[in-house]
Structures are given as C-alpha cells and as structure tokens.
C-alpha cells in the first residue's frame, strides 16, 4: 500500500480549512465516480478510448467480488475503466461504504496491482512495468487504483476532483462495449505447478547465475497425450509418424496443414550438419521471429476469447498466432520431428500457469527453452531464455 506525503498534507489542509475549531468536516466531491474517472482519463494521452464498467453490469460486479476481491457490502459506487487488448491500463474509482473499511480496501487494490504486473511479466514487459508502478490512494471515502502512462498525472487530477476551485475535465466518450453472460475472471489464470528440473547451460545459451545451488536429480514429466485438446484435435503421433514414412494419407485436414507448415519451415531453417543446439536454436528464433501472442490471452475486455487453436500448433503455424501452451507444443513438435528429446513443462511463472519446453541436447543434460518469453509483446525476440538452467528459471520466478 502507498501512503503519498502530498496527499496526507492535502487532507489535513482540507481538514483545517473546513474545521474552524470545530469538528473537521468531510471531504466531499460533487463529482460521480465515473466524472472522477473521466477525469483522471483525460489528464493521461491515450489514443484508445476505455471502456467503462459501472455498478449493476456483470463485468463490474465480477471485477469487485472476484478480480479485486474486495469483500461484499464494501463499494457503494464506483467507476471502473479499462483498455481492450494487451493493455495493463486500469482506473478504478470506488466509494468505500465506512473509514474502517478503507485499509482493507486499500490492500486488496494493491494486492491486484501485484497480480497484474505478474500477469504481463515475461509476455509484455512494458505493460508489466506500467502495473508495478501502479499507485493506490484514497481521500475521504474514496479509494482509487490507477495503473497508467502517467501516474503522477492521474494521481493529481484525482485529487482535485477534490478541490471546489479546480475545474476539472469530465467530458469523456468511453468505448461502445456489449458485455455478455456469463464473462470470464479476468485474473482467472492461474494453476498448480508441477515439476522440477536440473540442467546446465549449453553454447548460445544464458550463463549460470554467480551463486549455484547443490545439483539435484533430474525428473523427466510424463509427455502430453495425443490428441491435444483445442479447436478439433491434433495428433502428434500421427504428424511424426507421417514425417518418418512420408505418407500422408491417415492425416486429418488440420493435421496435414500442421505437417506441410512443420515441414516447409524445417526445409527452410534447418542444415543437415548443424549440432543439436543448433537446431534448437533456429527453431525457435523462426518461432520468435514469425509468431505472436494471441492478444486476447492478456486483454480484460469482457468480449474477448483466446481461440482455442492458439493452444495447439495449428494455431502458431498457420494462423501465426499461439498463448504459452501453443508455444511450447509447437516446440515440443518441432524438437521430435527433428529427433530431439523434447517435453512441455506444465508450470507457474510468478504465481500465474504458464508453460514452456525442456530439451535433451546431450547424453546426460535437458535444458529449458522458453520461447514465449523470448517473443515478449512489447519488444523485440530475443534468446534470454534458450537453453538455460532450472536455477536460472528458478531466479526468474519458475516453479
């Protein structure tokens, strides 16, 4: 939670100023919590319009109860504005019902903001960054959490939504957005983790961190089954078996676009003579470089729906786009149809489900491959994460 020097001399200010002797007065606003929010919104320079959440609509409701957590009875009223896609952008404005609630409500905002930067870390640094600089204040009965380009900026003009001489900017046009039944938890993401690994770093890899741990015995996860679940089905084993004898014939349609894409890249990238690492690597720098993150997997719009292909490698390579779990299956088929041991570790990152690949590369070692991570939204690829050790993942929040 942020206490702010200058808001706690603004409230005394405002305080002494209405008191006279007396008892103080409340701090009070004319303004409505969605006046306050399109206030806050217009001291920012944003392009795209925010949507607006108010009481009575599932989505807010959901946001309060589940998102934020706050307990039931808490807001009276409130505000809540977000952008669609992959944006960490968040204004919420909320009346707290008595003073002795407003701590609670406080930490669970902020408890939020912590989820939220986790959410975007590794898939979106800079929208990561923009959730831990996230600020949560209150005044009077009001508590706010802004997560936004400008901070400062929005912390400001939410407090003079307080003061009678300053006018503020309440004309805002939010988005048109339908919200349907039943919406999804947006924070709703997260499962238990599994497995544990130990490797050591191979060439064109990432170095150890200075301090190891003790070694400890490495555990192999059980493969994924075929078929995998998404939009229809795939079969890895019908894909492999295909590849080795060169005929097609048992493939189903989505299977067989599957094969021709896997074969035509393998064609194009890969050299008869390259060492395993090798082939590792210009898999998934082809990945990195031609791939993107389905947008809707990090978006908070109620309206959107993570197409179920993105789970599966018809998803990465034929409509271009995947989450976490495409990724790492699309890799995991790349590494078999190359004759590379290769396995999908079902796992956490920072508290939220997330899925990346070991590869064995020699006799005795299996390294971690994350290539999700290595084709972040907001940046350019990069291969910070081939071919590293589980410490090292372990000091990046894996587990």
Known sequence: ???????????ACLYLLTSCGGD??????????????AAIINSQDYEQDFIFATPGQDIYELLISASYAVPDGYITDGAICYLDGVEASEIAVLSVDNEDHMAEVQACLSEYLLGRA????????????????????????????????DPTGARDAFLDCFDPETQQNTDYTFASVEHPKPLKNPQNNSNAADPTFTSTPVPGGNPEPAVQPEPEKSVIPSEPTAPVPGDGQYSIDAILSSY???????????????????????????????????????????MTQNLEYDPDGLSNDPNAKVDPDSSIPYGSLVNGKAICEGYSTTYDLFMKLLGIDCVVVKGEANNKYHNWNKVKLDDDNWYCVDVTWDDPIDAGPMNYYFCVSDSFFRNAGRT
């Open 24 to 37: 103080p007065e409340p701090i009070e606003t004319d303004l409505s919590p969605a006046q306050m929010a």
């Open 118 to 149: 986790a959410s975007f870390t590794g898939y979106a640094p800079k929208q990561a960054a923009m959730a831990e600089a996230g600020v949560v204040e209150s005044i009077g009965n009001y508590a706010v959490m802004l997560i936004c380009e």
């Open 1 to 11: 939670m942020r206490y702010i020097k200058p808001l706690v001399c603004l409230t």
């Open 244 to 286: 080795q004898s060169g005929d097609t014939s048992s493939l189903s349609e989505k299977d067989l676009a599957i094969f021709d894409k896997a074969r035509a890249v393998i064609s194009q990238t890969i050299e008869p003579d390259m060492a395993k690492w090798e082939k590792a690597l210009a898999i998934h720098d082809w």
